[in-house]
């Protein structure tokens, strides 16, 4: 419109067609921001959809096929603190592997039992149990799972330290189990992490749960096992073993 055509319109009709302008830029508006929320939408229905789609094929697949369920109404965890008696394990000046064993199991239960897990244990004092023993206790319990505790050694090397956690070979669950206690349990005590790996183990071949074996460090090293003997070291054991536990659980 030029300036000659602007002037020959009256007060009247430059409100009406200034309205109509204002009218049609609100339209573009709510047209564009009406664009956007259908986009928006449409992004979001997007995600959900995959999400959806990745908890399907986890779960179709056998995601959390490596948790252990429990058998009863309240999981129920044995736990086998090694050697007892005569049988010391092995020693290291005060750090003796039976004491060392027996703590950390003694200081997990309790952990464990305030989550609200029923909690076995092989041997609650100084008594010498055989192999068959052990094996026979864990199966009677009807356990859901079992963690058994000794404290590794090298007659060669004394320069080894740090944890390691064994499983039991051709079972999923049990790697599960060492890989999630291995992890918490370096994690907490900050001992060198030597992974886990298949163990030829009685208490591991002959029980009827998935059963894992850790040893939290090397009694033949002198700082290993001054801090084996140490409370408060024994306390980061226990809460790693602990974690690694729970985070093996099926709790659905």
Known sequence: ???NEKQRLTPE????????KKRKQRELKRRKRKKKILIGVGIAAGVLVLALAIYLIITLLGGGSHEIAAKGETFVIALDPGHGGE???MTNGEAVEKEIDLKICSKLKIMLESQGYQVVLTREDDTRLSKEERVSLANESDADLLVSVHCNYSESDDSL?????????G???SQALAENIQSHLISESGASDHGTAAGSYSILNDTEMPAVLIQPGYLSNESDASSLADDSYQND?????????????DRR
């Open 13 to 20: 009709q430059r409100r009406r067609k200034m309205e109509i």
């Open 171 to 173: 079972s999923s669950q």
């Open 161 to 169: 330290s740090g944890a390691v956690s064994c499983y039991q070979e």
């Open 87 to 89: 049988d010391t394990g």
């Open 237 to 249: 054991v226990a809460k790693g073993i602990a974690y690694g536990i729970i985070a093996s659980l």
């Open 1 to 3: 419109m030029d300036t």
